[in-house]
């Protein structure tokens, strides 16, 4: 709790609040494993909603030989830790804080298509907002596998697929949601694109869906990038 600072003359002047007052009210101090070792949620069969947005930065690479895509991607996460809350009024106005990530619970996502990881550590940081919403940005460099069709050429047009699911956690654990449709995600690229090889980006397409394989039943979301030989 903050508490008031008063002046020599008795007036109260302006609230004295710390992000460690924050801290103390949740405990992050001295018990990190309940936030950090368990998917953070009260009852085990309730499912952990995970919202992404994927939005393409740059087209590195297009290896038609390989069958490689090499895309710059900025991927944004969020979803709720049911163990934290707190009330800003009490706290000055503070909605949210930036905190070290190693702290927290963090879903295990993975893009089904990738062949190497990227080299790049991810940030070290994570948001957290007094509702529990915790969002996480990473910026990275993904080489994935892509089945082109090299036979329309000159008039190549391709279609590559970013396919995000958890590692190890079902759909009655993970469940994954897109944060933007189609139309949305391919208007934001194209303000955000900075360079794109030899290739011309035309859109992103966006899906859902549940993956069995092997009586074993995952959620995921499907980003489709489409690009053209310029």
Not at 24 to 53: G, W
Not at 183 to 201: D, G, P
Not at 215 to 221: H, L
């Amino acid at each position: 709790m903050c508490l008031d600072v008063f002046a020599v003359d008795g007036e109260s002047s302006e609230r004295n609040c710390s992000y460690q007052d924050l801290l103390n009210h949740l405990n992050l101090t001295k018990n990190k494993e309940l936030f950090s070792m368990i998917r953070p949620v009260k009852h085990y069969k309730t499912p952990t909603m995970v919202t992404l947005d994927v939005l393409l930065y740059a087209i590195l690479d297009v290896n038609e030989k390989d069958q490689q895509l090499v895309p710059y991607i900025w991927l944004d996460m969020w979803w709720n830790n049911e163990f934290i809350s707190w009330e800003p009024q009490e706290f000055c106005g503070i909605e949210k804080v930036s905190l070290p990530a190693d702290l927290f619970w963090k879903p295990d996502i993975t893009i089904e298509e990738m062949t190497e990881k990227d080299k790049a550590p991810p940030s070290p940081y994570l948001v957290v907002t007094n509702n529990g919403t915790i969002e996480m940005t990473n910026d990275q460099v993904i080489i994935s596998t892509c089945r082109m069709h090299v036979y329309k050429f000159p008039f190549d047009i391709q279609s590559c697929n970013l396919s995000f699911k958890s590692v190890v956690h079902s759909d009655e654990e993970i469940l994954l949601e897109q944060h933007q449709n189609s139309s949305k995600i391919t208007e934001s690229t194209k303000k955000l694109m900075r360079t794109q090889y030899e290739w011309l980006f035309m859109n992103m397409k966006v899906d859902k869906k549940i993956d069995n394989n092997f009586n074993f039943s995952q959620s995921t979301v499907i980003y489709t990038v489409s690009i053209s030989d310029t």
